[in-house]
């Protein structure tokens, strides 16, 4: 197995799409723009570069691997939606297991107690190997369930970056189709939280922790496109500068053209309430549907 270094790359007439994390609703919001702005006319899927960071690297392999963008919509359409209370009565529906309020505690302390980005990814690697009791159930399982959400087990003919970090050494690594690892492995590596996903004896975490959106891995790309479920916005300490905000003035001063799409109101409340949740995902695909169809004419221009 070879793994990318995690540097930037690209060449000043590509384009790239970042499609950053979110959980259950932001994968769903993505897919909503993007099928929303193919939709009014403008197809981002076929940029030159898509990089892809926890939900957001299954919806790069989604879409890049030959389903239309609308197709996708409608399969989350399609979804089963949680029953409802009859005649309006009280709801004691029973709620999806989720891990998001455990993990985001599990996390936060991890993050409070580093020094800096090298030392958070240590110890979020180290804490996560030391609570690892599965003995690899747990990978097999995770992986089970990645498979079922990507359309093939083959790598998309575009170059498609899905970002992650060595649990073991802290390292970041960008996974891509000449890395000699397998698709279904790398976005489940991208997407692990908790527990480290091993891959030919080497163990990896979310790719969130190398630097959020990681759209500074598009540099030298002369337009990039950002989908960033949660607006932006970081848990780690501003002084670290992995923040979007940061990686697109950077991006910028490096001559890219930047644009950043955030959830609106039509979809940003479902992430107020738990972007792990399933019960989020079609409220997050409508709102960003109509996102995209309503920024497809700005975006026209921007794009080319």
Known sequence: MTTS?????????????????????????????????????????RADLVIGTSAGSTVAVQVTAGTSPSDLYAAILAETPPARPPHGGPDHRPRPAVSGPGYLEWSNAIIASASDPADMRRRLGAAALERDASGGADARRWREVVASRLPGIDWPRQRVLVVAVDAESGEPVVFDRDSGVDLVDAVAASTSAMTPYEIDGR???????????????????????????????SRMPP?????????????????????TVFPDAGAGEVFDANALDPATRLPAARGGYAQGRALAGHLAGFWG
Do not use: K
């Open 5 to 45: 270094p995690a540097t930037p790359s690209g060449s000043s007439g590509q384009r790239a799409l970042v499609l950053a994390g979110g959980g259950a609703a932001g994968n769903a919001w993505e897919i909503g723009v993007i099928a929303g702005l193919h939709d009014a006319g403008l197809d981002v899927t």
């Open 203 to 233: 163990r990896f975490l979310n790719g969130g922790y190398r630097r959020s959106e990681n759209a500074d891995l598009a540099a030298g790309c002369g337009r990039v496109l950002v989908m960033s479920p949660f607006a932006g916005a």
């Open 239 to 259: 002084a670290w500068g992995m923040d979007l905000a940061t990686q697109v003035a950077e991006l910028r001063a490096g001559g890219s053209a930047v644009e």
